[in-house]
């Protein structure tokens, strides 16, 4: 559905994910203007025909494929943005992105391995098809402004195992994200734009070039923290990841959480993802 499109992550945009995730130590060199501010966009799917892992497909709306050399499977609850991606051209032919506009959103999975060797983020996020997941319901945006309708909503996520439910992370507003609205906005661009190849972060520039500059991305904006369940409990074969994005002024998280138990979801205000771990 979204082969055309270039995905991209926020890392360490929802505080206390990333020291939840072991990853706080990956960022130690990575300068910040401000403590709050998110850490870098990593890529997690490349629409282009180079040879590298990153073309690969990874989203799916129903299954989570694990990777054959990785146990310690986190599911990783999100909002993603379904963005355009405007561009300008200087007089030397040099190519940057001048904009991004939000169109709609949807409950996300970044599931992500623990690999402490890994180089670049990008290494724990597509191992494959089936590593990442994105709700088919797609929710219109009619502002990513203050007032604006995912102004409502909130994430929440499960984990069923062996028939039991558990709530993976914490129940938290979309407004809870350190950088949102414009302010997110305006420093992916920056990021898109001026992101080096250092450490665990990719030259995303160069990036775009490769794919000839798609007309549109996946963004997926950062990661709520963990529940202590979700923190010390990985997916295995069987068992079923629950993210869901819901209307706040709708539902409570009881109402969701009755919803999850029964698999019986409302249509309207809500933006669910359901997967089975293969």
């Given at each position: 559905m979204?082969k055309?499109c270039?995905g991209?992550g926020?890392?360490?945009?929802?505080?206390?994910?990333?020291?939840q995730?072991g990853?706080?130590?990956?960022?130690?060199?990575?300068?910040?203007?401000?403590?709050?501010?998110?850490k870098?966009?990593?890529?997690?799917y490349?629409?282009?025909?180079?040879?590298?892992?990153?073309?690969?497909y990874p989203?799916s709306s129903?299954?989570?494929?694990?990777p054959?050399?990785a146990d310690n499977?986190?599911?990783?609850?999100e909002?993603?943005?379904?963005?355009?991606?405007?561009?300008?051209?200087?007089?030397?032919?040099?190519?940057?992105?001048?904009a991004?506009?939000?169109?709609?959103f949807?409950?996300y999975n970044d599931?992500?391995?623990r690999?402490?060797?890994?180089n670049?983020?990008?290494?724990k996020?597509?191992?494959?098809?089936?590593?990442?997941?994105?709700?088919k319901?797609?929710?219109?945006?009619?502002?990513?402004?203050?007032?604006?309708i995912l102004?409502?909503?909130?994430?929440a996520?499960f984990?069923?195992?062996?028939g039991?439910?558990?709530t993976?992370g914490?129940d938290?507003?979309?407004?809870?994200y350190?950088?949102?609205?414009q302010k997110?906005?305006?420093?992916?661009v920056e990021?898109?734009?001026?992101?080096?190849?250092v450490?665990?972060?990719?030259?995303i520039k160069?990036?775009?070039?490769?794919?000839d500059?798609p007309?549109?991305?996946?963004?997926?904006i950062?990661?709520t923290?963990?529940t202590?369940y979700?923190?010390?409990h990985?997916?295995?074969s069987?068992?079923t990841?629950?993210v869901v994005?819901?209307?706040?002024?709708l539902?409570?998280h009881?109402?969701?959480?009755?919803?999850a138990?029964?698999n019986?979801?409302q249509?309207d205000?809500?933006?669910?993802?359901v997967?089975?771990?293969?």
């Amino acid at each position: 559905m979204f082969k055309s499109c270039i995905g991209f992550g926020v890392a360490g945009n929802f505080a206390g994910h990333l020291e939840q995730a072991g990853e706080a130590a990956d960022f130690l060199k990575v300068e910040v203007k401000e403590a709050v501010q998110p850490k870098a966009i990593f890529p997690f799917y490349l629409p282009s025909n180079v040879d590298s892992f990153l073309t690969v497909y990874p989203l799916s709306s129903t299954n989570i494929t694990p990777p054959n050399d990785a146990d310690n499977l986190q599911i990783e609850p999100e909002v993603a943005l379904i963005c355009d991606i405007e561009y300008t051209q200087s007089i030397d032919g040099d190519i940057e992105v001048s904009a991004l506009t939000p169109r709609q959103f949807a409950a996300y999975n970044d599931c992500s391995i623990r690999k402490p060797n890994a180089n670049k983020i990008s290494e724990k996020k597509n191992w494959g098809a089936n590593s990442k997941g994105l709700s088919k319901k797609l929710i219109d945006i009619d502002t990513f402004e203050q007032g604006g309708i995912l102004d409502r909503y909130r994430i929440a996520s499960f984990h069923q195992h062996n028939g039991q439910l558990h709530t993976y992370g914490e129940d938290s507003p979309v407004i809870g994200y350190s950088y949102f609205h414009q302010k997110l906005l305006d420093w992916v661009v920056e990021r898109m734009n001026c992101q080096q190849d250092v450490g665990p972060t990719e030259n995303i520039k160069a990036l775009l070039n490769i794919a000839d500059h798609p007309k549109q991305a996946i963004i997926s904006i950062g990661a709520t923290r963990y529940t202590p369940y979700g923190e010390t409990h990985f997916l295995q074969s069987g068992d079923t990841s629950i993210v869901v994005v819901y209307d706040g002024t709708l539902y409570n998280h009881d109402d969701i959480v009755s919803m999850a138990e029964n698999n019986d979801w409302q249509s309207d205000g809500l933006s669910v993802l359901v997967q089975t771990v293969d």
